[in-house]
Structures are given as structure tokens and as C-alpha cells.
């Protein structure tokens, strides 16, 4: 099954066209995956002090996964960079 921006580059196509709608920006992401990463730190040990397994576990995996999308996003970028001319 193809996609309608198959075959798309920086050259051939507008942002506008692209699966997000705009440019993400490498920067923002990185802060975002900082603010992520120390947020699940901060879950994990304020799940131990406080004796709430559970509910520390599920925000450490929701922190992890999306401190894990925040990198996808910045080589998708990359990935665009490297199809300037």
C-alpha cells in the first residue's frame, strides 16, 4: 500500500505535503526528550518513596516512550536535510 507522499524529497514536494504538515525542529526535540527523560527519573523515585508501584511504573513507560519518539522525529528531519540540494 503506498502513501500519497511516497517518493517525496525537500526538492519535489512542500512541507505542507509532508506527514506532519510543517518542519519539526531538531532543537525542540531534544529539550523535549530532556524534559522527558528527567520527568521519568523523577516518576521513579517518587513511585519508590512513596510505595506506588503501579502507577510509577505506567508513568515511567509513558515517559520512556516519548522520550523514545522524540529521536524518530529528529532523524526524520535528517533524513529531509540530507535531500536538500
Known amino acids: 500500500m503506498s502513501h500519497r507522499n511516497d517518493g517525496c524529497t525537500m526538492k519535489t514536494c512542500p512541507v505542507s505535503d509532508s506527514v506532519y504538515g510543517y518542519r519539526p525542529s531538531v532543537p525542540a526535540n531534544a529539550f523535549f526528550l530532556a524534559v522527558f527523560s528527567i520527568l521519568a527519573i523523577a516518576q521513579l523515585v517518587?513511585?519508590?518513596?512513596?510505595?506506588t508501584w503501579f502507577f510509577?511504573?505506567?508513568m515511567v513507560l509513558g515517559c520512556a516512550g516519548e522520550a523514545a519518539g522524540e529521536p524518530s522525529i529528529s532523524t526524520w528531519v535528517e533524513k529531509i536535510k540530507a535531500d536538500r540540494p
Open 46 to 51: 517518587q513511585g519508590f518513596r512513596r510505595r
Open 56 to 58: 510509577g511504573i505506567v
